[in-house]
């Protein structure tokens, strides 16, 4: 998200690197930048077992320092930005009046924070519910954030070709649906399988068009501190599930009801997408 904020457009950009039928795609490749929670997932138990619990610590710091020296060398501000004059409280107060920030960070928080909760919390779901072994339930959290960071892009796509509103309605569908399937605890192959993976494309695929979403109704001039609350609101959307999770488990002693919370905020997200998403979105192209 760094990049795709300094790379595409700040608050203090002029004139957008992108022309606005690739904003979408642009936004949507930046943002599968979070396909770094699969490596950490595919790796992490590795270096763990080889090299002791500091390791992917270690590592970690290294890649962040080479990320620094390399950023320094190449990357550069957008064309033709100019340095804002107001303070940052002024700025971000003018932000937050905006309605596009908050419909953007409700949408967010279900799809990103929807991906992050799971990428947390889903291992300890497929060991307790169904059984598996730790590593082999790593794996297939893997595979779930594969998958949700390869529909990232396709989202930001789609909604260059036919509108983010439709693709946020399509993919909250799916989630709704899908969560509302998996609270019932289906056998996992396939049924459970299908639900979880339908369920990660369209979490892709949404976070993708949320940031599609904004790049086109976000004054120019605000886009950058837009898609900063935007993307806060979406690392807190995947703190707060996990938690739920694990005090409904304690409690009853399932996960359904935990699920079905989700079908439920999925389906809400679905309303305000076609309705005040849609009537903000109409006043800059047609979604029709």
Not at 32 to 41: D, E, L, P, Q, V
């Amino acid at each position: 998200m760094l990049v795709y904020a300094s790379a595409w457009v700040s608050e203090t950009v002029r004139v957008p690197v992108f022309a606005s039928h690739r904003r979408g795609l642009a936004v949507g490749i930046f943002g599968a930048g979070m396909g770094g929670t699969a490596i950490s997932a595919l790796t992490t138990v590795g270096l763990v077992e080889s090299g002791g619990p500091a390791t992917p610590f270690v590592i970690t710091a290294i890649a962040l320092a080479l990320y620094a020296i390399v950023s320094w060398l190449v990357l550069r501000d957008a064309p033709g930005r100019s340095v804002a004059e107001r303070s940052l409280i002024a700025r971000l107060a003018a932000t937050v009046r905006l309605p596009i920030t908050w419909q953007a960070c409700l949408l967010y928080a279900v799809a990103f924070g929807g991906y992050v909760a799971f990428s947390v919390y889903l291992p300890a779901y497929l060991q307790t519910g169904y059984g598996l072994e730790q590593a082999d339930a790593a794996y297939r959290m893997a595979g779930f954030v594969v998958l949700a960071v390869l529909m990232r892009p396709l989202g930001g796509w789609l909604s260059d070709r036919v509108g983010p509103v439709r693709v946020l309605a399509g993919v909250f569908v799916v989630v709704a649906v899908m969560a509302a399937v998996q609270a019932l605890t289906p056998v996992l192959m396939p049924v459970g399988t299908v639900a979880f993976l339908s369920m990660a494309a369209a979490l892709g695929a949404g976070s993708g068009a949320t940031f599609a979403l904004v790049a086109l109704v976000a004054p120019a001039d605000k886009v950058g501190s837009v898609t900063g609350l935007v993307g806060a609101a979406g690392g807190l959307g995947g703190f707060v599930p996990p938690l739920v999770m694990g005090f409904i488990y304690g409690r009853l002693g399932s996960y359904g009801l935990g699920l079905g919370l989700l079908a439920l905020t999925a389906a809400l997200a679905v309303v305000l997408t076609l309705t005040a998403v849609r009537a903000l979105a109409s006043q800059h192209v047609s979604v029709d």
